[in-house]
């Protein structure tokens, strides 16, 4: 089975440019979530979606922050205009979701992107 | 909002030797999970619990959900090279469906 893709894996910007970065959860998971994670510490929950619905994004910075999953599948995470304090890993992980019994906690992580703002 | 305090924060052992670590939490959680973090990869999950006082292995690695459901414990026994890494451990609350609450992590350096 294959695991959570996402791309790129590395992106170097300058302070107040665009990015933007691409999940594709495990077949069959339902739910999707970003998180970001400062060299050092634990991953932060940015964004949660259940579907294409958006559960939880009480931590997304909207003002800069944005992200979709349109069609309930991929999902895209945009930073428009980057700061520096947002360099980062960009990591996606994706779970069975609701109502499918027990492990409905159990998040599945992809590899990461490495944002690198300048 | 939540918080999880993870200790220790780096361990240095030599090859063969067991190991122990902790998570405590402010609030009562559901559900724990443990996660090993490879440099430039993802985190992988090694270990989940869902009820108190439970007891889970998965080889060499043994965690529990502490009775108090405040705190759980992970443990490794006969470490190798390969166990090097960070590890974290997240917990999930009853009201947060789904969220997940992460530690700041355990970095595991071995020794050969």
């Known amino acids: 089975e294959a695991g959570v893709a996402q791309s790129p894996r590395y992106k170097i910007i300058e302070k107040r440019q665009s990015v933007a970065f691409w999940c594709n959860p495990i077949?069959?998971?339902?739910?999707l979530y970003w998180y970001q994670q400062i060299l050092g510490q634990g991953p932060k929950l940015l964004i949660q979606?259940?579907?294409?619905?958006?559960?939880?994004d009480s931590q997304l910075p909207k003002d800069r922050f944005s992200a979709e999953r349109l069609k309930g599948v991929d999902s895209t995470l945009k930073i428009q205009p980057a700061k520096l304090e947002d360099s980062a890993v960009y990591l996606c992980?994706?779970?069975?979701?609701?109502?499918?019994?027990?492990?409905?906690?159990?998040?599945?992580f992809g590899p990461g992107t490495r944002l690198t703002v300048l | 909002g939540q918080q999880l305090n993870q200790s220790p924060q780096s361990m240095f052992i030599q090859e063969g030797e067991d190991v122990s670590m902790n998570c405590t939490s402010s609030?009562?959680?559901?559900?724990w999970l443990w996660y090993k973090q490879d440099p430039g990869e993802g985190p992988v999950l090694l270990i989940a619990?869902?009820?108190?006082?439970e007891l889970t292995s998965n080889g060499r690695l043994t965690a529990q959900f502490g009775i108090t459901r405040k705190d759980s414990f992970l443990n490794i026994s006969a470490s190798i090279p390969s166990d090097v890494g960070i590890y974290f451990c997240?917990?999930?609350?009853?009201?947060?469906?789904?969220?997940?609450?992460f530690g700041q992590g355990t970095i595991l350096t071995v020794h050969p």
């Open positions: 992980a994706s779970s069975l979701g609701r109502g499918r019994g027990r492990p409905y906690n159990e998040q599945f």
């Open positions: 979606f259940q579907n294409n619905g958006v559960v939880d």
């Open positions: 997240a917990g999930a609350g009853g009201t947060s469906y789904g969220k997940l609450t």
């Open positions: 077949s069959g998971h339902a739910t």
């Open positions: 609030s009562i959680f559901n559900t």
């Open positions: 619990l869902y009820k108190a006082g």
